[in-house]
């Protein structure tokens, strides 16, 4: 999974991580160090020095349209479905995709 949902101890989302955040806090800044290094830099990074803060989510009665197109125009690869502050799941650019191609299947 490339989105992770931060939550606190009541479920409650407070961030999302990505495989890009992960990527931008650790490689680019160690690209040049020893593999060693980079170990020892994973060590001491903090969930909340590199998540995304502010998440643009849903809730589960959300038109698919609704989400995909918040996706395109943000340019986002996932929203955490959302229900009174908890998360109760995510949709990803893939979950889009694939209802795409179960619902074009099901035309004659």
Do not use: C, K, Y
Request: proline share 6%; charged share 25%.
């Amino acid at each position: 999974m490339r989105h992770r949902p931060v939550i606190d101890a009541d479920r409650r989302l407070v961030g999302l991580v990505t495989d890009h955040d992960l990527r931008q806090a650790l490689l680019g800044p160690a690209a040049e160090e020893p593999a060693g290094v980079l170990v020892e830099a994973l060590g001491r990074v903090r969930v909340n020095e590199v998540m995304t803060w502010g998440v643009v989510t849903v809730g589960p009665a959300s038109e698919l349209r609704q989400a995909a197109r918040v996706m395109r125009e943000r340019g986002l690869g996932a929203l955490p479905v959302v229900t009174e502050g908890r998360v109760i799941g995510i949709v990803t650019a893939t979950d889009v995709i694939g209802a795409l191609v179960g619902q074009a299947a099901r035309r004659p």
